[in-house]
T-cell receptor, first 114, second 116 residues
């Protein structure tokens, strides 16, 4: 069965430090992987995706995510965190499970302290 | 209006009330979705419509009844809800619900539902 795991409910980072939001997945066949972000008092927004090709995907605001097939992971990273990055981040995987389905993780709250 | 809109943004209802949530997408997409978002739980997919036809119903109680009159509009009719149904209900749309990989979903702002 298809699944997504975000092992941390919350990640706390000081501004200027690197950040990582972890995501691992389980899916049959080749996965399509997504990150979505939900800023305070705003709706859920598509952030970045991996479909095929280069394992390193670059997104907005200096974020990037690396697809690691052997570790079945798609961690979200940024070399220098900003307070404005504080939000709820959801990892999602789309794959075949009796039909193409997108499954979301439980979300990780990123808190960047000034 | 652009993107995906939802009304109302907030709704408080009693367990015996009947209400409806509305979603409208202005993106020309063919697929629309209802999700339930509760604190500290994964987003729960409730229903998927593709070209106005329901293609997925994830064991949702019958007190939730979706309706998709056309590819731009999606409703969620609510009847005799329970307090545990209180949550943020999100609508989303995408180009298709099928095998296409370029298939990110665009979400509305949600309706915050409180059932008393």
């Amino acid at each position: 069965a298809q699944s997504v795991a975000q092992p941390e409910d919350q990640v706390n980072v000081a501004e200027g430090n690197p950040l990582t939001v972890k995501c691992t997945y389980s899916v049959s066949g080749n996965p399509y992987l997504f990150w979505y972000v939900q800023y305070p008092n705003r709706g859920l927004q598509f952030f970045l995706k991996y479909i095929t090709g280069d394992n390193l995907v670059k997104g907005s605001y200096g974020f990037e995510a690396e697809f690691n097939k052997s570790q079945t992971s798609f961690h979200l990273k940024k070399p220098s965190a900003l307070v404005s990055d504080s939000a709820l981040y959801f990892c999602a995987v789309r794959g075949w499970s009796g039909g193409f389905k997108t499954i979301f993780g439980a979300g990780t709250r990123l808190f960047v302290k000034a | 209006e652009t993107g995906v809109t939802q009304t109302p943004r907030h709704l408080v209802m009693g367990m015996t009330n009947k209400k409806s949530l509305k979603c409208e997408q202005h993106l020309g997409h063919n697929a629309m979705y209802w999700y339930k978002q509760s604190a500290k739980k994964p987003l729960e997919l409730m229903f998927v419509y593709s070209l106005e036809e329901r293609v997925e119903n994830n064991s949702v109680p019958s007190r939730f009844s979706p309706e998709c009159p056309n590819s731009s509009h999606l409703f969620l009719h609510l009847h005799t809800l329970q307090p545990e149904d209180s949550a943020l209900y999100l609508c989303a749309s995408s180009q298709s619900s099928g095998a296409g990989g370029n298939n990110e979903q665009f979400f509305g702002p949600g309706t915050r539902l409180t059932v008393l």
